[in-house]
């Protein structure tokens, strides 16, 4: 390479350099102005974004000025294209990740702090990172999830619940009195509807099996805590076993008869 191709590189990277840092003093003027409504999360996903704009802008400044200097750029970019394809192939995973922790964090599928379900992974999200998204299970150990693949994955967010559904069942003795039988449905109804931060669905004599009758029923916790559901399912169950031991109301349990024939 001679002087007069050095001192055109030189004045390019100076031009482009410039421009870089004009550049960054801007994007940081509008990301400033942009942050003050922006959560956390979204505030280094707009930060991310604005550094790889920064440099794909400086790259094409930088080749700009170098066309500009009669630097052969259509050659040089085509030796680049070559190089890029092996770098991107060597680097496509990282590069997915990257790209998936941005939509978390614009997106907001999640955040820190908020429990959810992927798979048969249930826990409580602790960190989300440029490359990896780390879960705290309810077993207590930390589980790393890359992002590109936890976008990939079903994820229910439990955190985001107003309220939470459960069906519950009560089978009673196939030998209960009719007017026993047809007082259940009501006598539960008014259980539940006891509770406070619970809302009564349905009640329904739902079928029978070889020794019992079988009954199903429906309600909604208010509170989408699931130890608040299951203080009230508590309660309720409780209050159950009080009301049927006062009507002489036998609860069933799986029992087998056997006939024996002498002969």
Known sequence: ????????????????????????????????????????????????????????????????????????????????????????????????????????????????????????????????????????????????????????SQIKNFKRMSERRTTFGISVSNQTAKEHLQAIVGIVKGIIEGQSDVRFDRGHLKGFSASSVDYEFVFWATKPELIALMDAQQKINLEIIEAFAERNISLAYPAQKIVLEKT
């Open 1 to 152: 390479m001679n002087y007069d191709s050095l001192l055109r590189w030189a004045l390019a990277m100076i031009i482009a350099i410039v421009a870089y840092f004009v550049l960054g003093f801007i994007f940081r003027a509008i990301i400033k102005r942009i942050n003050k409504n922006l959560s956390p999360s979204q505030n280094a996903a707009v930060t991310i974004i604005a550094s790889l704009g920064k440099f794909l802008i400086f790259i094409v400044i930088l080749l700009l000025a170098l066309d500009n200097l009669g630097v052969k750029v259509v050659s040089l970019l085509a030796g680049l294209g070559i190089g890029g394809i092996a770098v991107a192939l060597a680097v496509q995973r990282m590069l997915g990740d990257l790209l998936a922790s941005v939509s978390i964090m614009l997106d907001k599928p999640f955040e820190v702090g908020d429990f959810i379900n992927i798979d048969t992974v249930f826990g409580t999200v602790e960190s989300i990172g440029v490359k990896t998204t780390r879960i705290r299970s309810i077993t207590g150990e930390q589980i790393i999830f890359s992002n590109g693949k936890l976008l990939d």
